[in-house]
């Protein structure tokens, strides 16, 4: 069974940075496109980046181009987003999974707040 535990998150003033780290319980990154995906309240789970096996092709949601970077070390079964000019509307849950996710596999997330 994979455990994904996703850490990073806090509060932080509108325009700030955190940068979150997914670290799996066994090795299957490598062979595997991974994704954070975020969760605000009321609403439903949106994928915000993913990355390929290899790291080489990165793929991110319009609202977050251009501030968001996701990267992978697949030698420490890790995957980040490193997150900038943080937005209120960025406020969510977020959570590392595979693209396209698996159920099982969901952790508990890490809390992102924006707010001054």
């Known amino acids: 069974q994979v455990q994904l535990v996703e850490s990073g998150g806090g509060l932080v003033q509108p325009g700030g940075s955190l940068r979150l780290s997914c670290t799996a319980s066994r090795s299957f990154f490598s062979i595997n496109t991974m994704g954070w995906y975020r969760q605000a309240p009321g609403k439903q789970r949106e994928l915000v980046a993913s990355?390929?096996?290899?790291?080489?092709?990165?793929k991110y949601r319009d609202s977050v181009k251009g501030r968001f970077i996701i990267s992978r070390d697949n030698a420490k079964n890790s995957v980040y987003l490193q997150m900038n000019s943080l937005k209120p509307e960025d406020t969510a849950v977020y959570y590392c999974?595979?693209?396209?996710?698996?159920?099982?596999?969901w952790g508990q997330g890490t809390q992102v707040t924006v707010s001054s």
């Open positions: 999974n595979k693209v396209p996710p698996v159920a099982n596999y």
């Open positions: 990355i390929i096996s290899s790291g080489g092709n990165t």
